[in-house]
């Protein structure tokens, strides 16, 4: 049979594509049987996912395919988004939201005796990220396809993502994620487009057959990269963008010289090595190892991806000349930055541009964003490190450095300092190339992910770049998709929402404005805490289930929700935990708002006081949920294993959101964002997207404490001492008393002692200086707590002013001020024509 090539649309309604109720049923049991091989009656709960996920697959193709076809057939600016991380979540229930067919699909299941919401559940997320940087990647993806724009993101095809999390006697234990285990039905393999990378070895210079001085690099290392491909689709538009992830395998599966040899292990060793290099996600966040197999990682999807780019620009243009009006790249922090240097390569040695035009195109192409300020989160590689395994590219960023150090000397002659501070290259003691400073110099834009972030990138780690090239700086705020985190997680109150005013909101966030006057109606406000009510049962019907403690939906939720680190301070919350849990035993009558404290988030495995933090909240938890003379009035919970998943649960029924890292520290937060959204009121610092987040809900409507960053900065330059606020106020000495003495340890003074010894010794997060003003703070939310109606105001304002921290707008922003590139609007039934 012969296949119509340029069109081949699939144009009758049949078991693949059908939509209504009927065929929808006929598929599942189709797929059930000749997919998963299985009766209905031996099928298992995850067989029956399995074939909804393939229903609903075959039902997202056509946008997919006529995706991709419409942008290699029309001439159009395609995004392309490099990150290693990118943190999904389920994909079934978002597919269903944005293909608008969750109704239908509803009713084939359950007409199928089937429970769709278990279904959903069932899926095992693809955890390929570690926390807010991989997730943001994920929230800009459905954005990109939302808005109609050609993007292609580029990753790492992990296959252990990040750890699954138990509590084992109140410590973290570690679980790997096995999350392909039982299949990934989302995902297609694509081998024929495979590609090669080099990895090790060392470079020659020979002469080519023009007479030009070249170079070329003899790897002792091949691997091989496998494209897997997702389909992310737009809401409601037939936009399906592509994510496609790198898996690493060997070049040949055997080593045939030494296999004939008689070598058959050595032989094999090359595929084990080959294959280990996209085995496993690092699971620190924000926290540099400085491992050999993560730079490997690095340069490996950043060389797949930068080749795969190079053949689809060469398969409709003659050169590679255009290449940056074709592609605009977008370095998502500094992990993919090797790209600068690896295009520079495939642009000098292998498709021989002579160097300044090259270097037009490499610059033109990349755009950076940094992600935090953390010196211990910026990535340096050491020297023999990097000429051992990228022995070429090491040549070349000593060449991009020189012609830049060159430009510097001329505009501030005479002014070493400012060289040594400008130069890729760290040269102060041990040798390491800044890989930041690669990035910037190697893009045409630069920036922050909140406002105050990127005024401080500007003031510290690259103000002297900042003084050379002021016009490549700019802000962009992060966001967060609506379809997510508000449509698909909190159905209920989605509803609620669209029963006043519409659907429009879920396309275009700024119409939730339309929801203030409902602030001051008694009825709706009800509904509101109706709402409210129903979520946070289901947390506690979760909660029960999960650690078996019965929590009151009707007491206050106070959520805090993210990675642990000591600069995010879950300490300090813990710390006023326990102050409310002395006053209560101070004063056994005290009449406070019931709480119950909700934590959740993974320490990094080597990071021993994050660990620490956990098991002190677990043992807190212990003392005072079972401590009769609390009663319902406080309880403490650590749910194990966050994730995307039970972020979904979680932000939804949230009362208060916990914003609390020392000023300066946390770059933007969207967690923060998440909460707001869903209405739970924030208490906070004035530190990343929170101060943007407190501007537009009003001063008036969230709980502002804590030192400022230029105050952080005063008291920490000033010689910081915490025994003076431990010995001056008595309720910060009264806390750390009780944990010193074994209280909440059976006894053990030496337990928490670690934590202890940095609070006091060496604690650059400063908990002891914001401990009073927490406390205070927390003692107003308590009492506007009691005022349930004015509350409830207060969260129905902060849901109506969060139109800004939908990522649409973020995307919006980077479309116009970076990427230049405007929407494609993708047509189901016809193709774009040929040549246009
Ligand atoms: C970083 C920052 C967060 C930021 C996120 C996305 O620490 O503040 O919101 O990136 O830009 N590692 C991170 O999560």
Redesign the pocket.
């Known amino acids: 049979m012969a296949f119509n090539t340029t069109n081949p649309l699939i144009q009758v309604e049949d078991d693949r594509t059908g939509l209504s109720v009927e065929t929808l049923k006929r598929a599942l049991a189709d797929n059930l049987f000749y997919l998963q091989g299985k009766f209905p009656g031996i099928a298992t709960k995850h067989d029956c996912y399995m074939a909804l996920a393939y229903t609903i697959r075959d039902r997202l193709l056509q946008r997919w395919l006529n995706t991709s076809q419409t942008y290699l057939n029309c001439d159009n600016r395609v995004v392309v988004y490099l990150s290693a991380e990118y943190l999904l979540g389920p994909h079934l229930g978002n597919n269903l939201i944005n293909l608008g067919l969750w109704e239908p699909v509803k009713q084939a299941v359950e007409e199928s005796g089937l429970n769709l919401e278990e279904l959903i559940n069932i899926e095992e997320e693809p955890g390929l990220g570690?926390?807010?940087?991989?997730?943001?990647a994920a929230c800009f993806m459905d954005s990109l396809a939302t808005l109609e724009i050609p993007a292609i993101g580029y990753g790492i095809r992990y296959e252990f993502g990040i750890f699954d999390q138990e509590i084992e006697d109140g410590w973290q234990v570690e679980i790997t994620d096995k999350w392909l285990q039982l299949g990934n039905p989302w995902e297609i393999a694509r081998p024929e487009a495979a590609v090669l990378v080099k990895l090790g070895g060392h470079t020659e210079s020979y002469t080519d057959e023009k007479g030009d001085y070249r170079v070329r690099w003899i790897p002792n290392n091949l691997v091989k990269g496998i494209p897997y491909d997702t389909p992310i689709l737009g809401y409601k538009v037939s936009t399906a963008n592509n994510l496609r992830l790198w898996k690493s395998e060997a070049a040949e599966s055997f080593d045939f010289q030494r296999f004939n040899m008689g070598d058959y292990y050595g032989a094999v060793q090359n595929k084990v090595t080959s294959e280990n290099l996209t085995k496993v996600l690092y699971p620190n966040?924000?926290q540099l190892q400085g491992k050999e197999l993560r730079l490997a990682q690095q340069y490996f999807f950043v060389s797949c991806s930068l080749q795969d780019m190079i053949r689809i620009h060469l398969a409709d243009n003659p050169s590679l000349e255009n290449f940056h009006e074709h592609f605009a790249v977008q370095l998502n922090?500094t992990h993919p930055s090797i790209g600068v240097a690896e295009l520079m390569r495939l642009l000098v040695d292998e498709h021989h541009y002579e160097w300044g035009k090259a270097w037009n195109i490499t610059q033109a192409t990349f755009s950076f964003?940094n992600?935090?300020l953390?010196p211990e989160?910026l990535e340096k590689w050491s020297l023999p490190l990097f000429s051992q395994m990228l022995p070429r590219h090491l040549e070349i960023i000593y060449e991009i450095n020189q012609r830049f150090l060159d430009q510097v000397r001329i505009k501030y002659p005479n002014d070493g300092d400012r060289l040594a501070q400008l130069s890729i290259i760290d040269e102060a003691g041990e040798k390491w190339v800044r890989m930041a400073y690669l990035a910037t110099v190697g893009s045409h834009a630069i920036n922050g992910?909140?406002a105050l972030?990127s005024q401080l990138i500007k003031e510290t780690i690259l103000k002297d770049f900042y003084e050379l090239w002021p016009e490549k700086f700019s802000n962009k705020t992060?966001g967060v998709t609506p379809r997510r985190w508000l449509v698909l997680s909190n159905p209920r109150l989605s509803n609620l929402i669209s029963s006043r005013i519409g659907e429009g909101w879920i396309k275009n966030l700024d119409e939730l404005k339309q929801l203030e006057p409902f602030a001051d109606l008694a009825g709706f406000r009800q509904d509101w805490r109706q709402v409210k009510r129903e979520v946070k049962q289901d947390l506690a019907h979760y909660i029960k289930a999960q650690s078996d403690l019965v929590v009151n939906p009707d007491s206050l939720f106070d959520v805090q929700v993210k990675?642990i680190h000591e600069y995010k301070r879950q300490h300090l919350n813990i710390l006023h935990v326990i102050h409310l849990y002395l006053q209560i035993k101070n004063n056994p009558n005290l009449e406070i708002s019931p709480r119950t404290f909700i934590y959740g988030g993974k320490a990094a495995p080597g990071y021993f006081i994050a660990k620490l933090i956990i098991k002190l909240i677990n043992s807190v938890a212990e003392v005072v949920n079972n401590d009769p003379a609390i009663g319902d009035r406080l309880k403490v919970v650590f749910l194990s294993n966050y994730n995307v998943k039970f972020g979904q649960k979680v932000y939804p029924a949230a009362d208060l959101s916990e914003q609390i890292?020392t000023a300066g520290k946390?770059?933007?937060?969207?967690?923060n964002m998440k909460f707001s959204m869903n209405g739970a009121l924030t208490i906070g610092t004035l530190d990343?997207?929170n101060i943007e987040i407190r501007e537009e809900v009003g001063a008036e409507n969230f709980f502002l404490f804590g030192l400022t960053t230029p105050e952080v900065e005063k008291t920490l330059a000033a010689g910081y001492q915490p025994w003076e606020y431990y010995n001056n106020y008595p309720d910060l000495k009264a806390v750390v008393d009780l944990i010193n003495s074994g209280f909440f340890s059976h006894g053990d003074t030496e337990l928490f002692r670690p934590l202890m010894d940095s609070l006091f010794g060496h604690d650059p997060y400063l908990v002891f200086a914001d401990f009073q003003a927490y406390v205070d703070c927390q003692h107003q939310v308590g009492e506007a707590y009691k005022d349930q109606e004015n509350w409830s105001r207060m969260a129905i304002l902060n849901v109506a002013r969060m139109g800004k921290f939908s990522s649409d707008r973020t995307i919006r922003e980077y479309a116009e001020d970076i990427w230049a590139i405007k929407p494609v609007v993708i047509e189901l039934e016809d193709l774009c024509p040929d040549g246009q």
């Open positions: 570690n926390g807010g940087l991989g997730r943001l966040d924000e922090d964003t992600h935090t953390l989160a992910v909140a972030h992060n990675r890292s946390e770059a933007s937060g969207t967690g990343g997207a």
